[in-house]
């Protein structure tokens, strides 16, 4: 069997069995005909199954450096890499075939995307503005969803907390006002962690809870139309209808309201390791990306600021 009916065979595997997306397959055709083109000219010949199951890790190096060298880029090329993966593996199962070439093989290193934080003023318009804004479609009472979203939003910006972080908490855990007791939050891998509230968010809460009267502590802290816990899905709604009507970017969402109040932090002065503990990051090097956003945004006020800039 030629490597070119090898690879046939493994995409319509892809397709029928897998039921993959016809532009997964589409990209795993093109990096598998590449990975073919490639061997061709590096063997000398055209690869049958005997040979690809031979291969060193080596060539599959030699592939990935020659992808780099014209211009792909490591995303790209990790692509690429399981895709030929998931074809050697393939072919090793329908022909019984050893594919000794995948072991030990790593793939590019990614670099963590930059986050895109909001300004000041974009977020603080977001946290105040977005319970003006009624959307029709909704079915909730417009005065709730109003007084929801402004407590939603303002807890997104004020506490850097995550959507599902806060679509999580129940009433008995709201902030009130008359409290200085820190947020209890319960993040990713269950891991608790105290955030401390401002006044605005206090009052926020305590603004929509108060058109819940006799709201039970067990009950959800935001809720639906139908009164059960608020669905991600409705809050990225809301989110996306006012950005439109606001005018603000398409990066405008629920969690670059987290991206905004850490980066907001640490141009106000606060260090990595306090930041850390706020948004309950793992890992010091987590938060350390917002030390990119930070230069990335000193850097744009100089250029507009600076008379010799241009």
């Known amino acids: 069997m030629t490597g070119a009916e090898a690879r046939a065979r493994y995409l319509d595997w892809l397709a029928r069995e897998r039921r993959a997306a016809a532009h997964t397959v589409e990209a795993y055709g093109r990096d598998t005909g590449d990975f073919l083109a490639f061997l061709t000219g590096h063997l000398g010949e055209e690869p049958d199954a005997a040979a690809l199951a031979t291969l060193r890790a080596a060539d599959l190096r030699g592939f990935l450096a020659a992808r780099a060298a014209a211009g792909a880029g490591p995303a790209t090329r990790a692509r690429q890499l399981a895709a030929i993966r998931g074809f050697l593996r393939h072919l090793g199962r329908s022909q019984g075939l050893p ?25 603080r318009e977001v946290a105040t503005d977005i319970g003006q804004v009624h959307d029709p479609r909704r079915a909730e009472a417009p005065a709730e969803q109003a007084a929801r979203d402004t407590a939603l939003f303002t807890l997104l910006y004020g506490c850097g907390l995550r959507l599902g972080e806060a679509l999580a908490l129940d009433v008995r855990d709201a902030p009130l006002p008359g409290s200085e007791a820190g947020l209890r939050v319960l993040g990713k891998g269950s891991k608790p962690r105290l955030v401390p509230v401002l006044p605005v968010v206090r009052q926020a809460i305590a603004a929509y ?30 989110l996306r209808h006012y950005r439109r009507l606001a005018g603000l970017p398409e990066h405008a969402t629920p969690h670059a309201l987290r991206h905004s109040f850490a980066t907001h932090l640490l141009g106000g002065g606060a260090d990595l390791r306090s930041i850390q503990e706020l948004l309950g990051h793992a890992s010091l090097s987590t938060t350390q990306r917002y030390t990119a956003v930070d230069a990335a945004g000193l850097l744009e006020t100089w250029r507009k600021a600076h008379p010799r800039a241009g």
């Not at 030990?104 to 995307?113: A, D, M, S, V, Y």
């Open 209 to 238: 809870l108060a058109l819940r009267p006799g709201a039970r502590p067990e009950e959800p802290l935001f809720r639906g139309a139908r009164g059960a816990r608020l669905d991600p899905a409705v809050a990225q709604r809301a």
């Open 99 to 123: 594919v000794p070439a995948l072991g030990g093989l790593r793939g590019p290193r990614l670099k963590p995307p930059i986050p895109r934080a909001l300004t000041a003023a974009q977020a």
